[in-house]
Every structure is written in structure tokens, then in C-alpha cells.
């Protein structure tokens, strides 16, 4: 049979970094008051990236799939599937993936976007793995790329104080073993509401308002109810329990949350990769930036058993399994 590892992992940060006190002073110009406090306490988040204006998902997602490319030891013209998860697409089309592809040098293979908000990389990398196993690709680069700094309200502190701009990638290729061993995608369109962009565009405006919403305490309780369950049913597939777990690598979106699963699975806190301290809440791009961060820290090593899980605005959620 056939299964897909990873080969590779990369990341990218934009250079310009903001301190909680950065922002809080940003802030205050304009009459919102917040303070360093306030953020560790309810979230862990102590930094974020913010990218320049003219700096698009593309951009950032181009030079994390460089980094992959090369820790995986290949050339960009051996991928065969691009695949981008994302919800601050370049342009409304063509895709991000596309804008990579073309950064990237290479053309003909399939590229396309994923979009599950902060599930989205583990949405595309579900896609990629059951399309290597079905032989249709042999080497995936699996990108979560974003620009949430550009969806925030900053007159909102429930909200502007939480996110920050990044990407992180994967190559995924075909092997005789796993690899991922087991994976789980859930939605539940019931809950639309609780987290969205309520904007589009129409007739060259913006209809709606396109800036983030949130009601952050809804979204806390389905969260960790969600992420348990998610990464019961990933290790129930495999036959295996939570003692098995090397790395949780969860959605870096609330260090409250994190440790609230892993609690819930019996794994100490040292077990987790943790990044929302430095990146804040980068929707798709968490999950792939905190396992490159944990790879290139040392602490993620090749034989070790991986738990990825990821939750999101739709309500969205998923899981995956990896023996990396
Ligand atoms: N600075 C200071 N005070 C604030 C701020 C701020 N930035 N934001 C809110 N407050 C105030 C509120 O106004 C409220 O004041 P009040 O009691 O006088 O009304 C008080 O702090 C408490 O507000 P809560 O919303 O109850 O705070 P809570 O403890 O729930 O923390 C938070 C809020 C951090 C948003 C939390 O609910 C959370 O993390 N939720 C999950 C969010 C999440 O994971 N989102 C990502 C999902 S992934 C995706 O798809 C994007």
C-alpha cells in the first residue's frame, strides 16, 4: 500500500514584529485601551508579524515553500500538487496557490486553495495525502499562508489584539510507510455566525462589513470540545492512545485552549509546541509555523510521533496523526 510522509517542513515570518506594548500604544492614538496584561492572561500572546501593505499571502507562503523545498533535499520542479490553504487570498482569483506556483518556477501540475480558515492546513493537508495515496500526485508542497492583519478591526480589542501574518509549508510525498497515519476533517455550518468576515464584493465595492468578528467565548467552548473529540478519533483509527504522542502541535490560537486539550488527552504541557506567544493567531499558517518552529528548535525529531489538530471559523475542525 501506499501512504505519504513529510519530507520537509519551512516557515516565514514578515520582519516587522509588534510587541503587546507595540500595540497597545498603536491603539491607544486612537482612544482603545488595552494592556500587555490583559493579553497574556486571556491568551499567551506576547507578539505578533504584521506584513507591509504590499505584502500578499503569496509573498509569504513563497518563501516558507523554499525553505521546505529545500529541508526536503528536492528541486521545486519535482512537485507535482500545490496546495494553499488560506483565507487572505492575493486576489478573489486566480488562487494563491497559483501566485506561488508561478513564484515558484514551475508549471503544469495541479494548484488550487483550501479554505477552512484556521483548519485550513490541516483541511489541505488531508486533500494532499489521500491524493497521493490514490497515486494522482508523489510530491505535494501543502502551504498555510495569511495576511490576517488586513481583516482586523483595530477600533475591536476583543479581536485586533489576537492575530499576526504568516506562512508555514510542508513537502508531502509518497512512501511505502506512514507517514500520516490517520487523519479527520468535521464542519458544522450551524455556527457561521459565531466567527466570520461578513463582507464580499459586488460591483467593484466591498459589500458588508469585511473586517473579523468574533464571539470569542462561543468560540472557546466548542473549541476544546471539538479538539478532544478530534484527537480521539485520529488515534482510535490507529489503533493507539494519547500515550503514544510525542508533539501536540495544536491551532496556535489561545494558550488556554492549547493547555485545556492537552489536559483533556493526559499529556503534560511540556508536550506542546507553543508559538502563539510570538506569532499570535496566524489561521492556516499556525499549525505548519509551530512545526517547522519545532523542528528547527530541535525539539520535533524524525521517528517521533506527531498529534496536528486544528479548529476554525464555519465551525470547522480536524486532526491528524503523523509518524514523522
Ligand atoms: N483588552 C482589555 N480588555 C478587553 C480586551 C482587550 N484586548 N478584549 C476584551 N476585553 C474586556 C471585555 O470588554 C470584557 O470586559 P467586561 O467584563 O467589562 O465586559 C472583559 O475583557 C472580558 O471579556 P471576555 O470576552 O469575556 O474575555 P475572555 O476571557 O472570554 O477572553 C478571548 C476573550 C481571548 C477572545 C477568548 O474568549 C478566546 O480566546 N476565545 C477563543 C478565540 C479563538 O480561539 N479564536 C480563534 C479561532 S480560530 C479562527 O478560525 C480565527
Redesign the pocket.
Known amino acids: 500500500s501506499r501512504f505519504s510522509r513529510i519530507a520537509g517542513t519551512g516557515s516565514y515570518l514578515p520582519p516587522k514584529r509588534l510587541t503587546n506594548q507595540d500595540l497597545v500604544d498603536q491603539?491607544a492614538q486612537r482612544g482603545?485601551?488595552?494592556?500587555d496584561e490583559?493579553?497574556v492572561e486571556?491568551?499567551g500572546i506576547r507578539a505578533r508579524h504584521f506584513a507591509e501593505p504590499d505584502v500578499p499571502s503569496s509573498a509569504l507562503g513563497t518563501q516558507a515553500a523554499l525553505q521546505a523545498i529545500e529541508a526536503a533535499g528536492i528541486t521545486a520542479a519535482d512537485i507535482d500538487l500545490v496546495i494553499c490553504a488560506t483565507?487572505t487570498p492575493d486576489l478573489v482569483f486566480p488562487s494563491t496557490a497559483c501566485h506561488i506556483q508561478r513564484n515558484l518556477g514551475i508549471a503544469g501540475c495541479a494548484a488550487f486553495d483550501v479554505q477552512a480558515?484556521?483548519?485550513g492546513f490541516l483541511y489541505a493537508l488531508t486533500v494532499a495525502d489521500a491524493m497521493i495515496r490514490s497515486g494522482s500526485a508523489r510530491r505535494a508542497l501543502v502551504i498555510g499562508a495569511e495576511v490576517?492583519s488586513r481583516l482586523l478591526n483595530f477600533d475591536d480589542?476583543?479581536?485586533?489584539?489576537?492575530?499576526g501574518d504568516g506562512a508555514g509549508a510542508v513537502v508531502l510525498e509518497a512512501s511505502d510507510t506512514p507517514g500520516i497515519v490517520s487523519t479527520c476533517l468535521h464542519a458544522d455550518g450551524q455556527h457561521i455566525g459565531i466567527?466570520n468576515v461578513p463582507g464580499n464584493v459586488s460591483g467593484g465595492e466591498i459589500l458588508g462589513d469585511a473586517t473579523?468578528k468574533?464571539?470569542?467565548?462561543?468560540?472557546?467552548k466548542l473549541?476544546v470540545n471539538v479538539l478532544d473529540k478530534a484527537a480521539h478519533e485520529v488515534l482510535d483509527k490507529a489503533g493507539r492512545d494519547a500515550s503514544c504522542i510525542d508533539w501536540l502541535i495544536p491551532?496556535q490560537?489561545?494558550l488556554?485552549?492549547m493547555q485545556g486539550t492537552a489536559r483533556k488527552l493526559k499529556l503534560s504541557s511540556d508536550k506542546v509546541i507553543v508559538t502563539v506567544d510570538q506569532h499570535g493567531?496566524t489561521?492556516a499558517a499556525s499549525v505548519p509555523l509551530a512545526l517547522d518552529h519545532g523542528v528547527r528548535t530541535g525539539q520535533i525529531r524524525r521517528g517521533q510521533t506527531l498529534l496536528l489538530e486544528?479548529?476554525?471559523?464555519?465551525?470547522?475542525w480536524g486532526a491528524a496523526l503523523i509518524d514523522f
Open positions: 491603539l482603545v485601551e488595552t494592556s490583559w493579553i486571556r491568551t483565507s480558515v484556521c483548519s490576517f480589542r476583543t479581536t485586533c489584539v489576537l492575530f466567527l473579523l468574533m464571539d470569542g467565548q462561543a468560540v472557546f473549541a491551532h490560537a489561545n488556554r485552549i493567531n489561521s486544528g479548529v476554525g471559523g464555519g465551525f470547522t
